[in-house]
């Protein structure tokens, strides 16, 4: 997030990048917002025209406030996402010192995660709306509910808010949320200028979890949500119990593999429909070199405990792909990935198939497992507990498990 910006309330920091891969985000809370700094200039400048790119993925379809600033009747401006109660409608007010007020509004698509960039020009009484990320369509028609002309525009008495807007010096609505990088100016987007833009975001590094294009993979049915939901209170319960039990570590096995690994796996899936990309806490740098020191020695066996937030060396946003590669687990030497150790108990312990076959690495496994404990458990259990908890916190992070919930909520009702 560019600065200065000063958060303000409830505000967690920490969460994965909404677009691209560089950066993060912040959640805001119902109470929680970011004040902005805007030049001294900027309130009385605002007839040259000017924008606001933001990228932001919404925990809720009920109207609420992007940001704004302004004083009753005199100079303010506003965007609204939801506006109106119609999801994923997004609204731009600006109203100059007379009253004369110039609102319009998009319909976005249907992506969750957005970079939207809103403009005006108010000499030519014109706003205009683009969706940035790579995986939407970047033609929004402009609807205007009032085109009066503003043209006498006076400084902001006070400080733009994002989360709300600021009226008279009072917050008035919220935004609940995730908000990644803002920015503002004095210029106005014509269509040619945000398609150049928009073409900045069409390599890789735009869209390194690659989404497709909005549209691409169908909303989850009635029947999708009800198995991510009971899924997801399986796995929130295993995460919370002090010690993983018998079935737990098979039920584990088949959702992650569920989830992750099979042919249509679910919840990556799901993540292409609703444009959410999906990160995990990998491991950084200088976990990596510790590993490989003490690698270096050959331990008997090596098992990194901690998953999540919670890394003893940190942690870096990391895509599915290299999330499922990467090990936690070394029996002489030899990484155990994610992945593979996912496969190894739903196809080898009866999770979801059974195997009585072990390769020479398996039983290796198996005869470590069984000699070691953590916390009074077998170390394949501990690991997969482990595995869960990082999952689960990922997820959290993402906002899609949230998005699942108001989903199935909705078409429950």
């Given amino acids: 997030m560019n600065s200065p910006f000063t958060l303000k309330g409830q505000v967690l920091k920490g969460h994965p990048p909404i677009i691209g891969g560089d950066g993060g985000s912040v959640f805001l809370t119902r109470n929680g ?92 009484n014109l706003l205009a709306f683009y969706e940035i990320q790579p995986w939407a369509n970047n033609h929004l028609q402009t609807h205007y509910t009032k085109q009066d002309g503003p043209i006498r525009f006076s400084n902001l008495m006070h400080p733009l808010i994002i989360g709300g807007w600021n009226v008279d010096g009072q917050r008035q609505g919220h935004f609940v949320g995730r908000i990644g990088d803002v920015q503002t100016g004095l210029q106005w987007y014509s269509k040619s200028a945000a398609d150049k833009l928009k073409k900045d975001f069409k390599n890789p590094a735009a869209n390194p979890t690659n989404l497709p294009q909005i549209g691409q993979v169908s909303l989850p049915d009635f029947e999708q949500l009800r198995r991510l939901h009971y899924d997801i209170k399986r796995l929130q319960k295993i995460s919370q119990k002090p010690l993983m039990e018998y079935d737990d570590l098979y039920d584990a096995a088949i959702i992650l593999y569920r989830w992750f690994l099979d042919e249509k796996p679910m919840i990556k899936r799901a993540c292409a429909a609703y444009g959410i990309q999906l990160w995990f806490y990998g491991q950084s740098g200088v976990e990596k070199n510790y590993t490989d020191a003490v690698l270096t020695d050959a331990p008997r066996f090596y098992f990194k405990a901690s998953r999540g937030s919670h890394k003893p060396f940190g942690f870096k946003w990391v895509p599915l792909d290299v999330f499922m590669n990467e090990s936690s687990l070394f029996p002489d030497n030899k990484p155990i990935s994610h992945e593979y150790f996912i496969k190894f108990v739903r196809d080898k312990y009866g999770a979801g198939h059974y195997d009585k076959n072990r390769t020479v690495d398996q039983r290796k496994l198996e005869e470590l497992a069984n000699t070691l404990q953590f916390t009074t458990q077998n170390v394949l259990y501990h690991h997969m507990q482990q595995l869960v908890r990082g999952v689960m916190e990922s997820l959290m992070a993402c906002g899609v498990l949230k998005t699942i919930q108001l989903d199935f909520n909705e078409k429950s009702s």
């Fill in 33 to 124: 917002y970011i004040e902005a700094y805007t030049p001294d200039d900027f309130g009385q400048r605002i007839e040259e025209g000017l924008y606001f790119s933001i990228e932001m993925q919404s925990d809720s379809l009920e109207e609420q406030v992007l940001l704004g600033t302004g004083v009753t009747d005199r100079t303010a401006l506003r965007i609204r996402l939801h506006a109106d109660g119609v999801p994923h409608r997004v609204e731009m007010m600006v109203r100059d010192d007379d009253g004369n007020v110039l609102a319009g509004y998009a319909e976005t698509s249907i992506s969750r995660a957005k970079q939207l960039l809103c403009t005006a020009d108010p000499r030519s």
